[in-house]
């Protein structure tokens, strides 16, 4: 019975990360009730599960790595014009140079439904290959030496979204043609083709249900990334679908109406934990994981709350018997508590 909590219990359970850390999420004990089930994530359990899945990732990814907030989309959606729209978004970028990341994860929130986006090396503006352990090469210096065959980001691109009404991306440059072309040949020539990272400049969808139509959030997204790249460097880009292409990846679906958000906090976990490596579109992700993994995501996530809250809060009484199940956690020091 939440009514016998005092307060300070109502109020608030943790912050993460705790202070002195900036930019820490605070769960309160209405936050915990949405992990019941049936019910639907709200905006702080999804912000606080994706700041500790990054902080949980190894540091090469996480340097690799940056999660906008569940508000950040929400922001973009409020005015009526790409700069007007960049305006209110400008300062959440602040200590951080977009362009020099490798995947920023967009949580997005629409009609009560959750979906992932991710945006992949905006940095970018042509395809990349490194080989393993190697550094890496343009689409250009690729396409010079297209006799070794060195140069590719996808064995094949020919569906970059499923149903053509979804399609947002118009036709190949003559470049970007040679370079397909050099992509279906790499991978049948060398028998190492695993043993090479291919990157390409792209914004993915992975959403549970498959019901939405996401045109105007790629449109959307290639205006804050042509904004952001204006302001922060200073000089003309473009971000348009030959540039920046969109797909919408082949990922497991929810088999309910109240599990979108655990499938997006698990779409990011399984992207930090083994970074996807070819990006040939769409990304066929279909095996990812279990359902059965995602059905154990709600107790997963009260047991880390509870398990922060004791290390927090020391001196207050424990919470498990507030609940049906007792929490039996074992995470490694290296969280801040």
Same mark, same amino acid.
């Given at each position: 019975?939440?009514?016998?909590?005092?307060? @300070?219990?109502?109020?608030?359970?943790?912050?993460?990360?705790?202070?002195?850390?900036?930019?820490?999420? !605070?769960?309160?004990?209405?936050?915990?009730?949405?992990?019941? &089930?049936?019910?639907?994530?709200?905006?702080?359990?999804?912000?606080?599960?994706?700041?500790?899945?990054?902080?949980?990732?190894?540091?090469?990814?996480? $340097?690799?790595s940056h999660i906008f907030s569940s508000f950040f989309y929400k922001?973009? !959606?409020?005015r009526d014009n790409r700069q007007r729209r960049h305006q209110r978004?400008?300062?959440?970028?602040?200590?951080?140079?977009?362009? #020099?990341?490798?995947?920023?994860?967009?949580?997005? &929130?629409?009609?009560?439904?959750?979906?992932?986006?991710?945006?992949? @090396?905006?940095?970018?503006?042509?395809?990349?290959?490194?080989?393993?352990?190697?550094?890496? /090469?343009?689409?250009?210096?690729?396409?010079?030496?297209?006799?070794?065959?060195?140069?590719?980001? &996808?064995?094949?691109?020919?569906? /970059?979204?499923?149903?053509?009404?979804?399609?947002?991306?118009?036709?190949?440059?003559?470049?970007?043609?040679?370079?397909?072309?050099?992509?279906?040949?790499?991978?049948?020539?060398?028998?190492?083709?695993?043993?090479?990272?291919?990157?390409?400049?792209?914004?993915?969808?992975?959403?549970?249900?498959?019901?939405?139509?996401?045109?105007?959030?790629?449109?959307?997204?290639?205006?804050?990334?042509?904004?952001?790249w204006e302001v922060r460097r200073g000089s003309q880009r473009e971000?348009?679908?030959?540039?920046?292409?969109?797909?919408?990846?082949?990922?497991?679906?929810?088999? &309910?109406?109240?599990?979108?958000?655990?499938?997006?906090?698990?779409?990011?976990?399984?992207?930090?934990?083994?970074?996807?490596?070819?990006?040939?579109?769409?990304?066929?992700?279909? #095996?990812?994981?279990?359902?059965?993994?995602?059905?154990?995501?709600? $107790?997963?996530?009260?047991?880390?709350?509870?398990?922060?809250?004791?290390?927090?809060?020391?001196?207050?009484?424990?919470?498990?018997?507030?609940?049906?199940?007792?929490?039996?956690?074992?995470?490694?020091?290296?969280?801040? @508590?």
């Amino acid at each position: 019975d939440f009514s016998l909590l005092p307060t @300070f219990f109502v109020c608030r359970l943790i912050q993460f990360p705790p202070p002195p850390l900036k930019g820490g999420i !605070t769960v309160t004990m209405e936050d915990l009730q949405c992990l019941d &089930n049936g019910q639907f994530l709200n905006d702080v359990i999804i912000d606080f599960y994706l700041k500790y899945l990054l902080q949980k990732a190894s540091a090469a990814v996480a $340097e690799r790595s940056h999660i906008f907030s569940s508000f950040f989309y929400k922001q973009l !959606t409020r005015r009526d014009n790409r700069q007007r729209r960049h305006q209110r978004v400008k300062t959440w970028t602040r200590h951080v140079d977009i362009f #020099k990341k490798d995947f920023l994860f967009v949580p997005v &929130n629409q009609e009560a439904h959750w979906y992932l986006v991710v945006i992949c @090396f905006p940095g970018l503006d042509e395809p990349m290959v490194e080989e393993l352990g190697g550094d890496r /090469e343009t689409g250009a210096s690729l396409q010079g030496e297209e006799e070794e065959t060195r140069g590719c980001t &996808n064995r094949t691109d020919v569906a /970059e979204s499923p149903p053509a009404p979804t399609h947002s991306d118009g036709a190949d440059t003559q470049s970007g043609m040679i370079y397909e072309l050099v992509l279906i040949i790499f991978p049948l020539i060398f028998d190492d083709y695993a043993s090479f990272c291919v990157y390409r400049p792209c914004i993915l969808i992975m959403d549970s249900l498959k019901l939405s139509l996401h045109e105007r959030v790629f449109k959307l997204l290639r205006e804050y990334l042509q904004s952001e790249w204006e302001v922060r460097r200073g000089s003309q880009r473009e971000f348009g679908p030959d540039q920046m292409k969109s797909s919408h990846c082949r990922v497991p679906l929810q088999d &309910n109406s109240s599990d979108c958000g655990l499938y997006l906090l698990q779409y990011v976990e399984c992207f930090l934990k083994d970074p996807v490596a070819h990006f040939e579109l769409p990304l066929s992700l279909e #095996k990812w994981f279990p359902r059965q993994q995602v059905r154990r995501k709600r $107790e997963e996530i009260r047991d880390l709350i509870l398990y922060l809250y004791r290390h927090q809060n020391l001196e207050n009484p424990p919470l498990d018997h507030f609940f049906t199940h007792s929490c039996h956690c074992a995470y490694d020091d290296s969280l801040h @508590f």
